[in-house]
Every structure is written in structure tokens, then in C-alpha cells.
């Protein structure tokens, strides 16, 4: 639950007392009406939910759970059971209001827990009671009134049991769609998602652990009413609390991965300062597109680090080469050519990365067959691959720098529709735009001079951000890179004419960007738009002619870009 600085939003605000309004409509026959709460039940669990708030925190458990993980729901599930709906809404309410939870806006945060963990026990007590699976059993009938004979059953249910298998089954289900769907409204109000991105795969993947805890719920009731007392039904819990040591681990685990992937963006991040904060975009933009295509909550997560890491094969590449104030030659050009397969290399023997592995090798590649490092079209590309070239030529093209400002969305847009067949993936780029129209894009500014600041970009003669202008894009460090915002983060026409004016082709993926300019190389020959070589603002170095640059060489025979 994020808000901006001037606190939650007025939405947010509204839901949360709603949902706690609610959970006081829920909770308050329990209270005022006499019979209605067996409180020799209710004050256990309540107690007990109270404890396993914090168990995730136990010093035995070695390293702290996330929270809402739910490994104990089964006691508020083992409520709805054995309590009127009423009683077991009181039951999550001590437990939450008095949990942990992040600093910024914790009041808030409290009272939304309680309530949403209270209307979901209410939900799943209330799905029970008319189905006469309610065990309240000898403290409270199915509909709420006291029984005469308390004490424990020695045969409980035994001729129920399909029928309460039913109801865990039922009761697990109105307790995930309770909680699942205050998520996603919390989302929306809260973090202005989209209503789609909101509640996306959200009861899929909450409904199998939600059945597992209503079955576990189902014994803990069973046995409390048995001979066996509470006390077996607490035994019940005690794997439930080995799994959230698991759980510990696991996420431990995924924590040294992603500090794995931070240490090797921030490495790369040192020695290409110019592109700093571009792999982390690249990563998000790959996110957008993976969710549009409705990729799995796995592959999405593979496909961020596929576009975090795209680049980290420019490792391997001498800084020298990466910080050249000046053209490359053909050579360093080939050696900049292989920073995919230095990439790959790095990160072959990281088994968790799966398909990721194949985006940082073949990000470069293009649907004609024009791309390195081997020239694959079409479908061979790997589909991971072809989201990330996508994602990395946006950003680039979006992206301000200290020499020239960012290109609009929708300009980077229309470029990479047009470059669609050629470069890009069709389906890769609708995915995209769809995805933008939803939830839009901030563009970024990236200091990548010593004392950074954001300065306006070059202007050509007629005073615009044009042909002219880019050609400054050495003065600022553009050529250290090999042109690689000129191609990658203007339009088509733009990187025509810085490649043919500087002679330096690109060094990463930025530089593949709008590289379908550098397809559309013939088109602008015909058409005799190359930029004036003498077209350059004052103070810069002179251009080379354009028919001597190693770059216009290289695009006559036809060689992709870097």
C-alpha cells in the first residue's frame, strides 16, 4: 500500500473505512447479543491467531518471513467452523491490529488487515452455517444459538465427514475471494493500478494454498471438538509452522538472487555510467510487455532479469572501448560485437536466470536476419529475446540525456510500429503500446556527465532538437559509445545521419533501438536525406566526410548495427 507524499489517497481512505465499517457490522452481534459468541472458543484462537502474527518473526525461524504469506489462516478457517460468523469475525482482529507493519501509514495498514481478515472469516463462517457444516457443534448450532450439552464428542461427525470436506472446500474459496478481492481494490485505490493489472491471476494463484488451509482448518475443528481437546488442534499447526521455515528459506534464497543480479547491474552501471538506471527500465518495460502477453508470474519474473541484465556483457568489454572520445575502427567495433556472448558467458552457470539466458544473447538479433551475434530471424530469435529488444529500444529513445532531451512516448511508439517486421516483433510492440495506453511511462534523465544535471540537447540551425543538433552527441559522451543514443534513442532519420556524420556504430542494446533507422538505410539514401556534413554546432569537433567513415563503409556492405 504505497501513497504519494501528501499521504494515502482520498480513495484509499474511503475503502478502508468502508471495509472497517464493514467488519464492525460483522463483528458487532457477537458483542451485543447475548449467546452469540462462545467465548471459551472465540478468546483461544483469537489468542493463538495473536501469537502466529508473530511466529514468522520467531528467532528460531532463523530469517524473517514476508508478511502476508497467510501460513496461518487455518486458525481464522478453524473460527468459521466452530463459531457463529459473527464470533469468528472477532477472531483475526486482536492478531492484526496489533502486527507489524511497515512504518509509512501503519495505522492504516493495521485497520485494513483487521478488516479484510475479519469480513473473510465472517464470509467463510456465514458460507458454513447454512449448510449445517458449521461444527459449533455443542457450544453453538448452525445458526448461531447455544447448544445445551457442551463438552467434547467421542465420535464427531464421522457419518458428516463428505459433507464438512464440502464446506472446508467452500469456506476456503469465499475466504480467498474475500481476501483477493480487497487486494486488488486496495491496489486500485491505493497505487492507481489498473483494474485488469489488479486482480490478474490473483485468485488462481491464492485458491490452491486457500483449499490446503480449509482442510487443515477442517482437522483443527474436528479435533478441538474430539476427545483430544485444543491441544491436539494446536498440534496441528506445528507443520503448518515448518512450512513457513521452508517458506524462510526459500525467500532467502530469492533475496541472494536478487542481490546477485543488483551487484552485476551496479558493476556495469560503474564502468557505463552513460546508460546508468537503463537496465532497471529495461527490466520494467520487459514486465509490462510479458503481463500484456499474459505471461506467468515465473517467466515474467525470468523475462525482468533477462531485461535487467541484458548488457552485462559489456563487462568484457575494454572501458577504454566503452569511454572512446572519438570513431571506432572496425576492430573495437567487432570487440564491442561480442558483448552478448560475453553476457551469456557471465551468466551461463546461473541456473535460475532460465530463459533470460538466451535474451542477453540474442537481444541484438533482428526479425530480417540483419542482427548479431548470429544473425537469427523470425522465429528462431528466442520470444525472450524479442521482448527485451523491444523494451531496450524504447527506454533508449525515451530516455533524457545531458545532451538531448527524451523523445515522446508516443513518438518512440510510432517508430517502433514502423520498424515492426523488420526489427522489431509485430506482436512484441502491440504488446507494448497496449500496455503503455494502460499504465503509461515516466521518462527517464540520466546524468552521465561528471556533475550530471539536466542539460537541454543540442539545437540545430533552425533551433530544434534535429539532425544538426544530435551531432554535438560527441561532445557529451555520445561517441564514447558508439552513437549508440543516436541510433538508439532518436528517430529514424536522426540516427542516419549521426552514423554516417561520426562514423561510430553502437555499443549495447540502446544502440539497437531505433537500428531499424539503419534498416531503413536505403529508403533515406534515395531519398538524399543524410545530414550536411557541415551541419556541426559550433564548438564541436569537425565531422569526417560520411563516405570515409568506417560506419557508412560498413552499412554499404550491408553490416547490421552494433
Given at each position: 500500500?504505497?501513497?504519494?507524499r ?5 480513495a484509499?481512505?474511503?475503502l ?5 465499517s464493514?467488519?464492525?457490522?460483522c ?10 459468541a462462545e ?8 489468542a493463538l491467531y495473536a501469537?502466529?502474527e508473530?511466529?514468522?518473526r520467531?528467532p528460531?525461524?532463523?530469517?524473517r518471513?514476508?508478511g502476508?504469506?497467510?501460513a496461518?489462516?487455518p486458525?481464522l478457517l478453524?473460527?468459521?467452523?466452530l463459531?457463529p460468523?459473527a464470533a469468528?469475525?472477532?477472531?483475526p482482529l ?6 507489524r507493519?511497515?512504518h ?8 485494513w488487515?483487521?478488516a ?5 472469516a465472517w464470509?467463510s ?13 455443542t457450544?453453538?448450532?448452525?445458526g448461531?444459538?447455544?447448544?445445551t450439552?457442551?463438552?467434547?464428542q467421542?465420535e464427531?461427525?464421522?457419518?458428516e465427514?463428505p459433507?464438512l ?12 475471494t ?7 481494490a486496495?491496489?486500485?485505490a491505493a497505487?492507481?493500478c489498473a ?9 488462481q494463484?491464492?485458491a ?11 482437522m483443527?475443528a474436528?479435533?478441538w471438538?474430539?476427545t483430544?481437546g485444543p491441544v491436539?488442534?494446536?498440534?496441528v499447526l506445528?507443520p503448518?509452522?515448518i ?11 530469492r ?17 557505463d ?8 527500465r529495461?527490466?520494467r518495460?520487459?514486465?509490462m510487455i510479458?503481463r500484456e502477453l499474459?505471461?506467468d ?6 523475462l525482468r ?7 552485462v556483457g559489456?563487462?568484457g568489454?575494454?572501458?577504454r572501448?566503452?569511454r572512446k572520445?572519438g570513431?571506432?575502427?572496425p ?17 551461463r552457470g546461473?541456473?535460475?536466470l532460465g530463459?533470460?539466458?538466451?535474451a542477453?544473447?540474442h ?7 540483419s ?8 522465429a ?5 529475446a ?7 529500444a524504447?527506454d ?9 532531451r ?7 511508439v ?8 523488420s ?10 503500446a ?5 499504465y503509461g ?9 561528471p ?17 544538426g ?5 560527441g561532445r ?7 552513437l549508440?543514443?543516436?541510433?538508439g534513442e532518436?528517430?529514424?532519420r ?7 556524420v ?8 540502446e544502440?539497437?533501438a531505433?537500428g531499424a ?6 529508403r533515406?539514401?534515395e531519398s538524399g536525406?543524410l545530414?550536411e556534413p557541415?551541419d556541426?554546432p559550433q564548438?564541436s569537433?569537425p565531422a569526417?566526410?560520411?563516405?570515409s567513415?568506417p560506419?557508412?563503409q560498413?552499412?554499404?556492405a550491408g553490416?547490421?548495427?552494433?
Amino acid at each position: 500500500m504505497r501513497a504519494g507524499r501528501a499521504g494515502l489517497p482520498w480513495a484509499a481512505r474511503v475503502l478502508i473505512a468502508c471495509a472497517a465499517s464493514g467488519a464492525v457490522w460483522c463483528a458487532a452481534p457477537a458483542l451485543l447479543g447475548p449467546g452469540q459468541a462462545e467465548w471459551a472458543v472465540l478468546l483461544p484462537l483469537a489468542a493463538l491467531y495473536a501469537i502466529c502474527e508473530f511466529a514468522p518473526r520467531c528467532p528460531l525461524m532463523g530469517h524473517r518471513v514476508p508478511g502476508n504469506m497467510g501460513a496461518f489462516f487455518p486458525v481464522l478457517l478453524t473460527a468459521a467452523f466452530l463459531l457463529p460468523p459473527a464470533a469468528a469475525a472477532l477472531v483475526p482482529l486482536p492478531g492484526a491490529l496489533i502486527g507489524r507493519v511497515e512504518h509509512r501509514h501503519a495505522a492504516a495498514r493495521r485497520v485494513w488487515h483487521a478488516a479484510q481478515l475479519a469480513l473473510a472469516a465472517w464470509a467463510s463462517a456465514w458460507i458454513c452455517a447454512p449448510l449445517g457444516a458449521s461444527l459449533a457443534g455443542t457450544g453453538a448450532s448452525a445458526g448461531g444459538a447455544p447448544a445445551t450439552a457442551p463438552g467434547p464428542q467421542t465420535e464427531p461427525f464421522v457419518g458428516e465427514f463428505p459433507g464438512l470436506l464440502l464446506a472446508a472446500a467452500l469456506a476456503a474459496v469465499a475466504f480467498c475471494t474475500v481476501v483477493t478481492v480487497l487486494d486488488g481494490a486496495v491496489l486500485v485505490a491505493a497505487e492507481r493500478c489498473a483494474w485488469r493489472a489488479a486482480w490478474r491471476g490473483q485468485f488462481q494463484r491464492a485458491a490452491a494454498p486457500h483449499l490446503l488451509h480449509g482442510f487443515v482448518g477442517l482437522m483443527m475443528a474436528v479435533l478441538w471438538r474430539s476427545t483430544y481437546g485444543p491441544v491436539a488442534a494446536f498440534l496441528v499447526l506445528l507443520p503448518m509452522y515448518i512450512c513457513c521455515w521452508v517458506f524462510a528459506q526459500y525467500h532467502r534464497e530469492r533475496g541472494a538472487h536478487q542481490a546477485t543480479i543488483r551487484a552485476l547491474v551496479q558493476a556495469v552501471d560503474i564502468k557505463d555510467r552513460y546508460t546508468r538506471g537503463h537496465s532497471e527500465r529495461v527490466g520494467r518495460a520487459s514486465v509490462m510487455i510479458a503481463r500484456e502477453l499474459g505471461m506467468d508470474d515465473e517467466r515474467t519474473e525470468a523475462l525482468r532479469f533477462a531485461g535487467i541484465l541484458h548488457d552485462v556483457g559489456k563487462l568484457g568489454v575494454p572501458t577504454r572501448l566503452l569511454r572512446k572520445d572519438g570513431p571506432l575502427t572496425p576492430e573495437e567495433r567487432r570487440v564491442i560485437e561480442l558483448h552478448p556472448e560475453y553476457g551469456h558467458e557471465m551468466v551461463r552457470g546461473i541456473a535460475f536466470l532460465g530463459e533470460a539466458r538466451d535474451a542477453i544473447l540474442h537481444h541484438h538479433e533482428r526479425m530480417d536476419g540483419s542482427g548479431y551475434p548470429y544473425g537469427l530471424s523470425g522465429a528462431a530469435i528466442p520470444e525472450f529475446a524479442r521482448v527485451v529488444a523491444v523494451a531496450d529500444a524504447f527506454d533508449a529513445m525515451t530516455s533524457t540525456r545531458s545532451y538531448r532531451r527524451a523523445r515522446p512516448v508516443g513518438t518512440a511508439v510510432t517508430e517502433l510500429k514502423r520498424c515492426a517486421g523488420s526489427q522489431f516483433d509485430p506482436r512484441m510492440v502491440r504488446a507494448l503500446a497496449g500496455a503503455l495506453e494502460r499504465y503509461g511511462w515516466s521518462p527517464a534523465v540520466t546524468a552521465d556527465r561528471p556533475g550530471g544535471g539536466d542539460v537541454p540537447g543540442p539545437r540545430d540551425r533552425d533551433g530544434r532538437y534535429g539532425r544538426g543538433g544530435v551531432r554535438e552527441l560527441g561532445r557529451a559522451g555520445g561517441v564514447a559509445h558508439g552513437l549508440r543514443d543516436a541510433r538508439g534513442e532518436s528517430d529514424a532519420r536522426d540516427a542516419r545521419d549521426m552514423r554516417d556524420v561520426r562514423g561510430v556504430a553502437g555499443t549495447d542494446g540502446e544502440g539497437a533501438a531505433v537500428g531499424a533507422a539503419y534498416g531503413a538505410r536505403e529508403r533515406e539514401a534515395e531519398s538524399g536525406e543524410l545530414g550536411e556534413p557541415g551541419d556541426v554546432p559550433q564548438g564541436s569537433a569537425p565531422a569526417p566526410s560520411a563516405s570515409s567513415t568506417p560506419s557508412a563503409q560498413e552499412a554499404k556492405a550491408g553490416r547490421p548495427p552494433v
